[in-house]
DNA sequence: GATGAATGAGCTTTCATTCAT
DNA sequence: AATGAATGAAAGCTCATTCAT
């Protein structure tokens, strides 16, 4: 049981670093080298866990996307209306894109973007399902309730997605006069102006 | 006068096939020689119009962000209300993304993610200021005429251009159930409720 | 004595198992992890057998011409004629090739051309004596007997190599029109002609 | 016209350097960058040749057969008798395989036994057609002159590839006890007693 | 202006072999 | 004896850019 353990902790440590380092200089940008370095690991050795770069990248969003969901699984749980879970799920999205950046980078810089890598296994989204499928459950429970308009989930999921990350994807530029959690309450509001009943 | 022409004609030649390839089979996939082929035309030669693939890549989200800057300057003069003005956008928008899908998914798959290309000499997003300027001056009228609630400008335009370019990245997976056009009025209500007064 | 004899056992089957696939894949396209995987055994412990993948390839061809030559043997100790031993002889190597093509292969495919590899350990065909001492034990009998001409045994030694050889490449090749029993008779009486007093 | 020209030239040198190196060497352990080396060329430029190293080794089976070929076109075409003509192709072989032993070695070292470089594009023996066509012309001949025993092409074509091939070997592995131009009397005289009518 | 052969650093990936357990 | 994670050198190939013509 250990060996397994030990396996499975060092291939999540391959995602940690590897993740930080496709969002920060690019997925073309960042070589095998530079991933095995960082982690005093040699080359072949990194091919013992993933066998291609692409790979590695295609189990970073499945890994991102999981963590992402997870977050906004717990909003759901609550019991609170749809006007203040919208608010949460801002606050955690912008919370993690100040404290863990890396994540939200790599759905705008990598995933959003590579479109050759991802084609091979991720089709319709299925790699980044862990995250749409809570944006779901959210959206359906705030119609159910009859505090969100009835309208094509997509027309709303939409909004989240690129609303959110095109929010952080301006910080990113460095073209936001202020922080990102100074819109908490704009953003919030505007969606939830957009959606509601 | 004839021979600036007819080089200024050259160039716009090599920044909409450039657009074209980059856009279609991303900015690492396309290669110089790629460029060059589909223009008849040889790779030193190239070289005198553009000084490098990244000074190409930077003249071409100018000259993008300008074509749809001057639509969107179309509807900032008609003299119709801001939803109205929000729904004609919206249709150039989507308009685009399914006729020259080249300039949309240029944003999506190469200015948005290779920040290392357009680091040096787009600071703060100044080589998109043709669509953004015009985004401010609809927003700004709006505002002013009390048809839109006053707030952080780039809480309205994060939802344009995240909105919007959400939506197209999306049709691009094949994940929309419905054409583009069908979610017009989706998104139109949307974008308004989210900003009215 | 058990210890000892379980030892030679697993020799052999590794043996057996790189031939198969050192003459299928090829030598250079076979890992030592593809022969590890087929025999359930670990790479570490297959290197207690053979201490490099060259010197294992060594032990084959030794092994092989071994067991080629224990078949000529056969042929040698009947009491026929030069003419009907050919023809034995013929029967036999494509009868291998056929039922055990792994053999034939490995000579072909493997030995004939890594020199780099069974330059050092086999100088002088040394590796292959086992086969060659029974066609010249063959030759030196049919001449004697006064049924072959005398000539420098090399000249009929690369008769029998090649020719056999040669048409085994070719029915690898799948160029042969028929079967390889169905050009015995003809093989046999082509070699037969070629060296009779 | 010279620029053509030129690129031809620099193709068949390319090909008689890599051609050297590979017979010499090994295919495996021929590098891309010792061929460049080799004509002070760089790698890259290399490519602009030849696609791949697979591809480079087709062609250059391509060309040996070729010009192993229009020797033997020679000897088919003198009014000699079968007879005088095996000679001739014998000393042909030797001769080649003395001089310019990197052709012969090619044949034996590289095509022989990468089947893995050779199947796609060089099926059923297409790239040595060159050699196998005079070889059916010269025995055809020999049959309709009733100077040879009328029998399967191929029982005759791999007497000579193979018998000749062999003796080749035989020589490369130093085992020879004498130069090959001493075995044209007897490799002769065996061949020709095996096809004579 | 136009050509395209030439450069060479740099990339991903492979694999024989070792060694701590 | 047996394991298999780890090593790291080396391979084939790509491509932005230059420059002699």
Redesign the interface.
Known sequence: MKIAEKKARKRESIILTALQLFST??F??TTIPDIADKLHMSVGNLYNYFSSKDMLAKEIIKFTSEVLGNEIKTVNMMDISSEEKIRKIVEIYFGMASEKPEMIEYF???Y?????VFADGCE??TCVSGFITEIMIFFDDGVSKEELRD??F??????F???????V??K???????ELDE?VD??SR??Y????A
Chains 1, 2, 3, 4 share one sequence.
């Not at 997605?161 to 929010?167: A, P, R």
């Open positions: 200089k690019g073309h940008k705008l810089r990598v959003l973007s590579h479109r050759e319709g989204m309208q094509d997509f027309s709303a999921f939409g909004l997605m690129g609303y959110l990350g095109g929010m994807f301006l990113g530029e460095e073209i936001l006069p202020r819109y704009d953003i505007n969606i102006y957009a959606l509601k």
